[in-house]
C-alpha cells in the first residue's frame, strides 16, 4: 500500500465582540500573517468543543453561540502542507485576550470586519474570497 499524505484538518474561532479577534503567527508556517485563534481537530472531538478549547487556550477567553461558518481548501505549496479550515463563528463571553502560547502569537488585536492588517494568513484570504460576514449570520 502506498504512503500518501493526507491533509490537516484546521478549526479557526472568528470571535466576534463588535469587531473580531485576529493574532500575529510566530514559529510555524505562515509566520508573521494574522489569523483567527484556531488549531488542530482532536480526534472524536466537536466542532463546538474544539473552538471553545482552543479559544480558551491561545486567548484566555471564553466563547459562546458557537456555530459552523464556512470551509476552505488551504494550499499552502510553499511549505508543502495541505489543510481544510473550518470556520466557526463565536460570541465573545467573558475574559481579557492573552498571549497564551507565546511561541504561537506575537499578539491579539480586534479589528473591524474585513478591515484587517496585512498579511492575513492563507485560510483568512481564502474565507474572504468567499464574500463570508460574521455579522450576517
Not at 10 to 35: C, D, F, M, P, Y
Not at 82 to 95: E, L, P
Not at 119 to 127: A, R, T
Request: proline share 5%; net charge positive; glycine share 6%.
Amino acid at each position: 500500500m502506498q504512503n500518501k499524505k493526507l491533509p490537516g484538518v484546521g478549526v479557526a474561532v472568528i470571535i466576534r465582540k463588535n469587531n473580531v479577534l485576529l493574532g500575529k503567527r510566530i514559529g510555524s508556517h505562515g509566520e508573521g500573517t494574522w489569523q483567527f485563534p484556531g488549531g488542530h481537530l482532536e480526534f472524536n472531538e466537536k466542532l463546538e468543543d474544539c473552538a471553545k478549547r482552543e479559544a480558551l487556550e491561545e486567548t484566555n477567553l471564553k466563547v459562546k453561540e458557537i456555530k459552523f461558518a464556512a470551509i476552505t481548501n488551504d494550499l499552502f505549496k510553499h511549505e508543502n502542507k495541505h489543510y481544510i479550515t473550518i470556520f466557526m463563528v463565536a460570541d465573545y463571553n467573558s475574559g481579557k485576550e492573552t498571549i497564551m502560547e507565546p511561541k504561537k502569537c506575537l499578539e491579539w488585536k480586534w479589528f473591524a470586519w474585513n478591515k484587517f492588517p496585512q498579511p492575513i494568513f492563507l485560510p483568512c484570504q481564502n474565507l474572504l474570497k468567499q464574500n463570508f460576514n460574521p455579522f450576517q449570520t
